[in-house]
C-alpha cells in the first residue's frame, strides 16, 4: 500500500520524455513522486530536481544506468525497471550506431520505429524530438560503463523484465542483475511501466516496504 510517506525518484529511457511514466503514477496512489527528464522528447524540464536521500529511485532501460552515473547515490533503494549499468558490451556497438544513422538521416522515421520495437507506438509527436540530445543518450549508451557503481551500491535493489524485450535481451537482463535476481513480468515488450503499469506500481510499492527508513 502506498503511503504519503513514500518518495519515488523516476527516470526514463532513451527516446522518452517523464510523461513516460504517466500511468504508472496514476497506480503509486498518495506517494510523493520527482520527474527527471532527460530532454530527448520536448515537454519538460531538462533540469536535474532535487529529491531527498531517502527517496527510492526507479529507472526505466538508460534512467538506471543515469541514476547510477548522475544519481550521486542520493537512494535508499533502486528499482530496476528493463534496466542496465552499462548497454554494450551486452548489445553490439553496430545497434547503436544504427539508430545514429538513422537519426541522422530521418529522425521521425528512426524513433517511430524505435518506439514500436519498445511496444510504445506513436510515443510523441516527432516534430518534438530533439535530435542533438538524442544523440547524445546514444553516446551514454556507447560509452557509459557504471558496473562498479552499481557493485558498490549499499542499497536493495529489485529487477523487473520481460522475455520478449527487442532492447535490453532477457540474456542481459541476467548478465546485469544476476539469473536468480530478476523478476519477469510476462510480455510487454520494452515499456513495462506502459504496458503493466499496475504491475509494475505493485511491485514498486512492495519494495518500497521493505527498504529501511
Known amino acids: 500500500m502506498c503511503s504519503t510517506d513514500m518518495h519515488f525518484v523516476l527516470v526514463h529511457g532513451w527516446g522518452f520524455n517523464a510523461s513516460f511514466w504517466d500511468p504508472l503514477i496514476a497506480h503509486l496512489c498518495d506517494a510523493t513522486v520527482t520527474r527527471v527528464d532527460l530532454g530527448f522528447v520536448a515537454g519538460g524540464p531538462r533540469d536535474t530536481p532535487d529529491w531527498p536521500q531517502d527517496a527510492i529511485a526507479v529507472g526505466h532501460s538508460l534512467g538506471v544506468l543515469w541514476l547510477l552515473k548522475e544519481g550521486g547515490g542520493r537512494f535508499t533503494g533502486l528499482v530496476s525497471l528493463q534496466g542496465f549499468d552499462r548497454y554494450c558490451p551486452h548489445v553490439p556497438k553496430a545497434r547503436v550506431m544504427a539508430l545514429r544513422r538513422g537519426l541522422d538521416r530521418d529522425p521521425a522515421g528512426t524513433m517511430?520505429?524505435?518506439?514500436?520495437?519498445?511496444?510504445?507506438?506513436?510515443?510523441?509527436?516527432?516534430?518534438?524530438?530533439?535530435?542533438?540530445?538524442?544523440?547524445?543518450?546514444?553516446?551514454?549508451?556507447?560509452?557509459?560503463?557504471?558496473?562498479?557503481?552499481?557493485?558498490?551500491?549499499?542499497?536493495?535493489?529489485?529487477?523487473?523484465?520481460?522475455?520478449?524485450?527487442?532492447?535490453?535481451?532477457?540474456?542481459?537482463?541476467?548478465?546485469?542483475?544476476?539469473?536468480?535476481?530478476?523478476?519477469?513480468?510476462?510480455?510487454?515488450?520494452?515499456?513495462?511501466?506502459?504496458?503493466?503499469?499496475?504491475?509494475?506500481?505493485?511491485?514498486?510499492?512492495?519494495?518500497?516496504?521493505?527498504?529501511?527508513?
Open 112 to 213: 517511430k520505429a524505435f518506439w514500436r520495437s519498445c511496444g510504445a507506438s506513436e510515443f510523441a509527436d516527432p516534430a518534438a524530438l530533439d535530435v542533438p540530445r538524442l544523440r547524445e543518450g546514444l553516446d551514454w549508451l556507447l560509452h557509459w560503463d557504471a558496473e562498479g557503481l552499481k557493485k558498490s551500491l549499499q542499497c536493495p535493489i529489485l529487477s523487473l523484465a520481460t522475455q520478449n524485450d527487442l532492447i535490453v535481451p532477457p540474456a542481459m537482463s541476467e548478465a546485469v542483475w544476476g539469473k536468480e535476481n530478476v523478476i519477469w513480468l510476462p510480455g510487454g515488450g520494452h515499456a513495462l511501466p506502459r504496458s503493466h503499469p499496475d504491475r509494475c506500481a505493485k511491485h514498486v510499492v512492495d519494495f518500497a516496504n521493505t527498504v529501511p527508513s
